[in-house]
């Protein structure tokens, strides 16, 4: 059978290119001056994988200045496994044989390609490979793919999670890059820890329903578990913090992808984002590894959820927000950490095939929502916020989304006004080819 992630707005690139002088429709915000970069699987010709996430990184970027896009390119991450080095020797763990097609940040001037079970690969600002970067030697672990850049203090942090002994360690590196401690968080199970959040004084870990598994045969070893517990993580910023972790338990899921968390004003901990039962999760798992019985698209039941922890009492309230199958949250991550308004997602059909792809935007205080629909065999990629000169509010700024448009084979970048998705989209930069459907990326200012 044709794996689902090999096909559509999936297909895989056969080629690196650099086209310039994109065309643009509308006119370019000034303040975007700089590179949207976003990560995505792509195997070689040839290759088929036995995962989704086990495709080759390729990272695609374009770059905007003084109104005009200069260039779009895409290229291979260079890493070990691209030649087809494996992850296990007789040594253990090979760090450096990353698939690096999972994210793509920027960090005191570094341009870090992720994947949470190894090193993060350095590229060039031209996207050209760099090498495995494992933080001057103090990075013993793997490095999520989700760090979290606080705006505050400018710190990154991250953690790496193991199948094996031990199983989480959190790091934070400093606003010049230089890791500043490394702690072992006890009681950390096998768990699945994909993605995190950190609040004003917290760091909020999540272990969900998927754990290691040794029989899973995909090359990805987890799978869901009835026996796993779920719960949340709580545990104190800085020096000394993982020995005081509290786990509080809640209802059984997958949570992938964090929107944010913040500390409320009665000193509990909100935690939200999409997540997936029992059913949507094994659905989903059978699209990514490619099995009879998936979906119709990557994320079955991810449904918008909130947790709110209140460490006085012991107890989690626990609630679906809406009933709209969504993945990819962002916000404006000037309020990362702490309390936001506004929320960004993907939408995508259920698995009858109902509803459609948009660019989703939730309030929190209204508790309305706005979906864009971008057409008929269209697919926008995850939308990143980026501020408007002068901001006042918090969605004064732009949503950049990539659109791969099947019936044209082609693909645009749109520029949103995220304040008000029902408006025209600002600007629309014309790409030279389909990009491929991918996971994250990031916008890097040159500011």
Not at 59 to 82: C, K, S
Not at 85 to 102: C, H, N, R, V, W
Not at 251 to 273: K, M, T
Not at 377 to 395: C, I, M, T, Y
Request: hydrophobic share 35%; with cysteine.
């Amino acid at each position: 059978m044709n794996k689902p992630y090999l096909t559509g707005h999936f297909t895989p690139h056969v080629d690196e290119v650099t086209a310039r002088d994109l065309v643009v429709e509308g006119a370019l915000p000034a303040e975007l001056t700089g590179r949207l970069v976003r990560n995505s699987h792509n195997p070689l010709p040839g290759v088929t994988p036995t995962h989704w996430w086990k495709g080759s990184g390729m990272v695609h970027g374009i770059r905007l200045r003084d109104g005009r896009a200069e260039w779009y390119r895409n290229r291979w991450v260079r890493t070990p496994a691209l030649d087809g080095a494996p992850y296990m020797t007789e040594k253990g763990p090979d760090l450096t044989a990353s698939t690096a097609g999972t994210h793509v940040i920027e960090h005191a001037g570094r341009l870090l390609a992720l994947c949470e079970a190894n090193y993060p690969f350095e590229l060039t600002p031209e996207l050209e490979t760099v090498g495995a970067y494992d933080f001057g030697g103090k990075l013993t672990t793997m490095m999520t793919a989700h760090p979290k850049s606080d705006p505050v203090t400018g710190e990154l942090h991250f953690f790496g999670s193991s199948p094996f002994p031990p199983h989480l360690v959190y790091h934070v590196a400093s606003e010049t890059g230089e890791i500043e401690f490394s702690e072992e968080v006890p009681g950390a199970t096998a768990s699945l820890k994909h993605d995190f959040a950190i609040t004003e004084h917290f760091v909020v870990f999540v272990e969900g329903s998927v754990t290691f598994d040794h029989t899973e045969t995909s090359g990805i070893p987890y799978s869901w578990s009835d026996d796993q517990v779920t719960r949340i993580g709580v545990m104190p910023r800085g020096r000394g913090g993982a020995a005081r972790i509290r786990w509080f338990a809640i209802e059984p899921g997958s949570l992938l992808h964090v929107a944010n968390a913040y500390e409320d004003a009665e000193g509990r901990i909100v935690l939200e984002g999409p997540a997936m039962d029992r059913d949507g999760f094994r659905r989903s798992w059978k699209w990514w590894a490619g099995l009879p019985g998936h979906g119709v698209v990557p994320g079955s039941r991810s449904f918008n959820r909130r947790w709110v922890v209140d460490p006085r009492t012991g107890t989690v309230a626990e609630d679906v927000i809406d009933d709209l199958v969504i993945e990819f949250p962002t916000i404006n991550d000037d309020l990362l950490g702490r309390e936001h308004r506004y929320q960004y997602s993907i939408s995508f059909p259920d698995d009858r095939g109902v509803g459609g792809y948009g660019v989703v935007k939730y309030d929190r205080v209204s508790g309305g929502r706005q979906v864009l629909p971008v057409g008929d065999g269209r697919l926008p990629s995850e939308a990143v916020f980026v501020p408007a000169a002068g901001a006042v509010n918090e969605d004064d700024g732009y949503l950049l989304t990539v659109v791969s448009d099947l019936h044209a084979d082609a693909s645009r970048l749109l520029v949103l006004d995220a304040a008000d998705l029902n408006r025209p989209p600002v600007a629309a930069v014309h790409l030279p080819r389909r990009v491929v459907a991918g996971i994250h990326g990031s916008w890097i200012s040159d500011n």
